[in-house]
């Protein structure tokens, strides 16, 4: 199992994982510029070690996130959110074109909870006994 995540790791880095992760790492120099939305710059970046290599990792809702995060996440979801995950839709579409990158599609579509609420999330380790992801 850990070689086929391996194999797929790197095809998903060639095919779309290095993109999408230099889009993510752009957004969080941006939000790190203006020192207001460090915390958003913060959350891209997060996201983009995720969209690096996203095999054999899942993310999973942070206990005792609140009411901080909830308004976070409201503001993420106007100012980028859905860009996100209209690009993580179209890389799905893309990739889902021929069968090798099914998977790879199935990849992408599982990083649109954290492209629309990164706060009070956090991407851990595949089979770890945890919280699994929640509205």
Same mark, same amino acid.
């Given at each position: 199992?850990?070689?086929? #995540?391996?194999? /797929? ?10 993109? /999408? ?24 970046? #997060? ?9 054999? #990792? ?25 860009? /996100? ?9 893309? /990739? ?33 006994? #945890? ?5």
């Amino acid at each position: 199992m850990a070689l086929l #995540r391996l194999i /797929l790791n790197i095809i998903w880095f060639f095919v779309a994982g290095f993109w /999408l992760a230099f889009g993510y790492v752009i957004a969080g120099i941006i939000c790190c510029i203006l020192i207001v939305t460090i915390p958003f710059g913060v959350a891209s970046f #997060r996201m983009a070690s995720y969209a690096i290599w996203p095999f054999g #990792r899942d993310l999973v809702r942070r206990s005792g996130s609140g009411g901080g995060a909830t308004f976070m996440n409201v503001i993420w979801l106007i100012v980028a959110g859905w860009w /996100l995950t209209i690009g993580h839709i179209a890389t799905a579409l893309a /990739l889902a074109v021929t069968i090798i990158g099914i998977p790879l599609a199935w990849a992408s579509l599982k990083m649109i909870p954290v492209a629309l609420a990164p706060f009070g999330n956090e991407i851990v380790r595949s089979g770890q006994p #945890r919280e699994p992801w929640r509205f």
